[in-house]
């Protein structure tokens, strides 16, 4: 992937992707939509992996942005 370091996060398609796999996994698992989320992948032009990385690294961030628009994903 893409330099994104000078995209603000909401237009990072990791933190996009980032966010649907957090919100996915604490719904009912990324494997029960992995349609979805593999093409989400593929439409922002990220791998899994790149996501998993995004994640370890920006995880509350992420949390941040799906509580502040109510989708606790309970």
Same mark, same amino acid.
């Given at each position: ?16 992707? &980032? ?12 494997? &029960? ?42």
């Amino acid at each position: 992937m893409g330099d994104t370091a000078g995209k603000s996060a909401r237009k990072n398609p990791l933190f996009g992707a &980032a966010v649907v796999k957090a919100v996915l996994r604490k719904r009912d698992g990324v494997s &029960a939509t992995s349609a979805l989320y593999e093409g989400i992948l593929r439409d922002l032009g990220v791998t899994d992996a790149e996501v998993e990385a995004y994640l370890d690294e920006h995880g509350e961030e992420v949390e941040q942005a799906i509580r502040s628009h109510g989708r606790r994903g309970d």
